[in-house]
C-alpha cells in the first residue's frame, strides 16, 4: 500500500495511504446502485416514468423512466448548463433545489428518451430525488444504511465534511490550480 502525491498544495501535505478522498464521479454508480437496490426491494419500478415520483415537473416527466435516467438516454439537458445560462457561474455554489427549478423550466427534450446516449448531470439528479421519494430518506442516508453500514465501508457522501486527513480538492483554471470551493 502506497501513496504518491500532494494532499493539501498550501501546506505541501503530501497523500498517504489514510488520505480522505471526495468520491467525484463515482458518486454515479453508488446512485445506481441504491435505485436498483429499491427497484429489487419492490420499492420502486426503473420503468416508471419520473412523473410517479417527482411532482411539479413539465411534460416530460411522463416519458422519461427511471432506466432512461440511468443509462443518460433521458434527452435533458445537463442542468449546469440550464444555471450556467440564468447567469451562474460554474464555481458559483447552487442547491438541488436551484437545478430542480432550472429542469423545470426545460419545455422539451434534447432527443427523444431511450434513443441517444448523451451523459447528462441532470439525468443522476433526479435519481437521488427520486430515492428520497420512494423512501422518505436522502440518497446519502439510503447509501449509508443499505451499501455502506452492511459491507463495513467507511464512506461518506459529504463534500464539505471536514474530515482529518482529508485531501483538498483543486481544479486548473487558466494554467493554475485552484481549490474547490464546495
Known amino acids: 500500500t502506497g501513496a504518491q502525491g500532494v494532499a493539501d498544495l498550501e501546506s505541501g501535505a503530501m497523500l498517504t495511504p489514510e488520505t480522505v478522498f471526495d468520491i467525484g464521479k463515482v458518486t454515479n454508480q453508488l446512485t445506481a446502485t441504491a435505485v436498483l437496490l429499491l427497484a429489487d426491494e419492490g420499492e420502486l419500478r426503473l420503468d416508471d416514468p419520473v412523473s410517479t415520483y417527482l411532482d411539479g415537473l413539465p411534460g416530460w416527466a411522463d416519458d422519461v423512466t427511471v432506466t432512461n435516467l440511468i443509462h443518460h438516454t433521458s434527452g435533458l439537458p445537463d442542468y449546469v448548463d440550464l444555471l450556467t445560462d440564468q447567469g451562474f457561474e ?8 436551484q437545478a430542480l427549478e432550472a429542469l423545470g423550466t426545460t419545455a422539451e427534450l434534447q432527443f427523444a428518451p431511450g434513443s441517444i446516449f448523451r451523459h447528462s448531470t ?28 452492511p459491507l463495513g465501508l467507511d464512506m ?7 474530515l482529518p486527513d482529508k485531501a483538498i480538492s483543486y481544479r486548473k483554471v487558466l494554467g493554475d490550480y485552484e481549490m474547490v470551493d464546495w
Open 90 to 97: 460554474p464555481q458559483d455554489p447552487t442547491t438541488q433545489t
Open 122 to 149: 441532470s439525468d443522476y439528479l433526479l435519481l437521488a430525488e427520486i430515492v428520497r421519494a420512494a423512501t422518505g430518506s436522502t440518497l446519502p442516508q439510503v447509501l449509508a444504511e443499505r451499501v455502506f453500514e
Open 156 to 162: 461518506t457522501m459529504d463534500p464539505s465534511a471536514q
